[in-house]
């Protein structure tokens, strides 16, 4: 079966193509970060302008590759992120999947922008087993998730409000940086001093497995009015809030593993490039005697491969979507029926 993914559930239009023998053989993606720049935010009305002017030129792009690799090899089905999202952008990526589905009278399958994240890691050669504890890090969303297999998920703990991305969002607009936030704090935390500056690690000192983020932006904004900005003290505080958000996702994380008493740890989603996090969990997760999987970098944000990898399991098993049109803001990931029989989509490594 070889697949179409479409992605717009944010500020990134991206489109795939998944073979369930080749693995990846083309992905495209376009960001919006230069539009929303200007706004130091993403607006959502226009996302959903500009996935309209880009999702079909990626969608065509992807198609001719996949054309040069294997000639003569029809879509079978085409996915698209239904939900979690900012409703319009998911509306324009839906309804061309939806209408490409129709006129090629392939079946379509919205797909679980989350469920996206914990199956990216599938796209490596290595690919985690199942089943295994999630440490899902994005813009929106903090979480710890027993996955038992495709749609088996238990969610073990989240966030009670701000998740980490946020925290490194809204922190770094306190300090004055621009938007994306995130990568550019991680940036001036590596110029930071250890310890210089400390900020709570919120609720790891009480039992349980929950994140709230919303104080540490509060304890940042203090920090940045106590004393002049210098640019010496911009990248301390900047070190400080990346070490009490590591600390805190390390620390939940080792605490789910052992709860669980599994010993694979997945962390994807966003926050998961961030290198900080990756070197300094592995090593913990190692000493715990835990193994950890990552997607590589280019697939821990938003692209359209993980939606491929969902979607071609899910279209595998049998199902499909109606002809109408349909998104959801928000939509519980608990709420996902399982693949009780998948194909193949590991190691769905990009072909030459």
């Not at 179409?4 to 559930?9: C, F, R, T, W």
């Not at 193994?291 to 990898?309: G, K, Q």
Request: hydrophobic share 45%; glycine share 10%.
């Amino acid at each position: 079966m070889r697949v179409l993914a479409i992605e717009s559930s944010c500020d990134e239009s991206a489109a795939a193509v998944l073979d369930e023998r080749a693995g990846l053989i083309a992905h495209g993606i376009f960001s919006q970060v230069d539009l929303h720049r200007i706004y130091g935010g993403v607006v959502p009305e226009l996302a959903s302008r500009d996935h309209v002017h880009r999702l079909l030129p990626l969608v065509r792009d992807v198609l001719a590759e996949a054309e040069r690799t294997g000639p003569g090899r029809a879509i079978d089905g085409v996915a698209y992120t239904a939900g979690p999202g900012l409703i319009g952008a998911l509306l324009t990526g839906a309804a061309l999947a939806r209408s490409l589905a129709f006129a090629w009278d392939v079946p379509a399958i919205g797909v679980h922008h989350l469920e996206g994240h914990l199956l990216a890691p599938l796209l490596e050669a290595e690919a985690p087993p199942f089943p295994h504890v999630a440490l899902l890090v994005s813009g929106g969303h903090t979480m710890l998730i027993e996955v038992g297999g495709i749609g088996r998920y238990r969610v073990l703990g989240a966030s009670r409000d701000d998740a980490a991305g946020e925290a490194f969002d809204k922190s770094a607009k306190l300090l004055g940086l621009p938007y994306p936030g995130g990568p550019q704090l991680a940036a001036l935390a590596a110029t930071g001093r250890a310890g210089a500056i400390s900020f709570p690690r919120p609720m790891l000192d009480r039992p349980g497995l929950e994140f709230s983020f919303s104080g540490l932006k509060t304890a940042v904004l203090h920090a940045v009015r106590a004393a002049p900005l210098t640019e010496a003290r911009r990248a301390d505080i900047a070190r400080g809030v990346e070490d009490a958000i590591v600390d805190t996702l390390i620390g939940k994380a080792l605490r789910a593993l052992e709860a669980s008493g599994l010993d694979v740890l997945v962390v994807s989603g966003g926050v998961s490039a961030n290198h900080s996090l990756r070197e300094r969990l592995t090593a913990a997760a190692r000493r715990a005697g835990a193994r950890v999987y990552y997607p590589r970098l280019e697939f821990s944000t938003d692209n359209a491969a993980m939606i491929a990898v969902a979607g071609l399991a899910r279209l595998q098993a049998g199902e499909h979507e109606p002809l109408a049109i349909g998104a959801r803001a928000q939509w519980p990931l608990e709420s996902l029926p399982p693949v009780e029989a998948a194909g193949s989509v590991t190691a769905a490594r990009k072909q030459p």
